[in-house]
């Protein structure tokens, strides 16, 4: 129950971020459904800390998860009667701050327009010594492309 009247904030501590009209499971019940399972590698052992996303593969949407300690996660909505796929990420640690990997696995972007350009961006990346706008670039090993940052475009960019 509200004690007052006016204005409500709630808070509280986020250690994933995400989006969807949540909404969608309280008004239109009948639209969406609660997603549960459990994530575990190839020997069967549950892996926690893994950041999952669901994504609709008939609908435009996307909700995250994480799993817990012992792998579980319940807390993905998805829209009912509807496919999914789930993306698990897993936590691949940096021995390193200087070097960043850069991969395209959708490779659909090959038929398009900008295949060229993009052909260039997969690689690794070595952190330069000079900052553009007060951020470091990077240079692939392999190709040359370089990623800087734009403040006037507020993004990073080849």
């Known amino acids: 129950a509200v004690a ?8 509280s501590t986020v250690t994933k971020l995400g989006y969807i009209n949540m909404d969608l499971a309280y008004h239109h019940p009948q639209r969406a459904v609660m997603v549960q399972g459990s994530v575990v590698n190839s020997a069967g ?3 926690g800390a893994v950041q999952l ?6 609908y435009c949407g ?3 998860d994480a799993t ?14 509807s496919d999914i796929q789930i993306e698990v990420h897993t936590k691949q640690e940096a021995s390193t701050d200087n070097k960043l990997k850069v991969t395209l696995p959708d490779t659909s972007w090959k038929k398009g327009p900008d295949a060229a350009v993009l052909a260039s961006v997969p690689g690794a990346y070595d952190r330069q010594e000079t900052f553009v706008e007060g951020r470091p670039a990077w240079e692939c ?11 006037a475009r507020r993004r990073w960019e080849l």
Not at 53 to 58: A, N, P, R, Y
Not at 141 to 151: D, E, L, P, S, V
């Open 4 to 11: 007052s009247e006016g204005p409500k904030v709630l808070s």
């Open 45 to 47: 052992a549950p892996l």
């Open 53 to 58: 996303w669901s994504v609709g593969m008939d």
């Open 62 to 64: 996307r909700t995250p």
């Open 68 to 81: 817990n300690e012992s792998g579980c996660f319940g807390a993905m909505i998805a829209q009912f009667d």
């Open 141 to 151: 090993r392999k190709t040359g492309a370089q990623i800087a940052y734009c403040a």
